[in-house]
């Protein structure tokens, strides 16, 4: 679900992958940005489910490996001031040492805001940049196997290359905005014009 605090928390988009299990996502409103038909990203059932959440168990998922093709979504109205919050359920099974980003949020067909996970002792740990900026880790070690709640905010500010980035991992829900997971951050890597879209 993505939001847009400036708009009274309008909500702007829910994806719940409600298509044919096995079915591409290009074949349901999802372009392509780079990598045509390499490990395309398709839609696989069941859906996640987490305690409390309006969207779990409501639809299918989507599944993803490694490096492959990359795909966006478009939402409107676009969001060009204030805070934006995309949160989504996320089952991670294995992860590279390296780590890798697989969700983004994008200015066009700029990868604005990106998220990580990488291997870290037994599990996993998450992690965010803006654009190609240093990515920042969290300290906690996630399960393998393990459904969990993400949000991601990104907050406009006035000057230039100053916007903030910021993640929460398992927020209570319906309660008040907690200290983040990691962030706020305001790296001096471009701020978005206009965040439009959404990509995996």
Do not use: H
Request: without cysteine.
């Amino acid at each position: 679900a993505l939001t847009s605090a400036n708009k009274v928390a309008a909500q702007i988009l829910t994806e719940d992958f409600s298509y044919t299990s096995g079915t591409a996502l290009t074949a349901n409103g999802f372009a392509v940005l780079a990598g045509t038909g390499t490990n395309s990203i398709t839609v696989t059932t069941p859906g996640l489910s987490y305690a409390g959440s309006p969207s779990s168990g409501v639809g299918n998922a989507a599944t993803l490996t490694t490096s492959g093709e990359d795909i966006s979504r478009a939402f409107s109205p676009a969001i060009t001031t204030g805070s934006a919050y995309i949160s989504f359920l996320m089952r991670v099974n294995s992860t590279q040492a390296t780590g890798d980003y697989f969700f983004t949020l994008m200015s066009g067909t700029a990868y604005t805001v990106r998220f990580y996970a990488r291997t870290s002792g037994a599990g996993f740990v998450t992690g965010i940049s803006k654009s190609t900026g240093t990515v920042t880790y969290e300290t906690t070690e996630r399960a393998f196997g393990t459904t969990y709640l993400v949000v991601l905010k990104y907050t406009y500010n006035a000057g230039s290359n100053d916007d903030a980035l910021s993640f929460f991992i398992n927020p209570v829900l319906g309660g008040t905005e907690p200290t983040p997971t990691v962030g706020p951050l305001t790296t001096a890597n471009a701020d978005a014009t206009t965040l439009d879209r959404f990509g995996l």
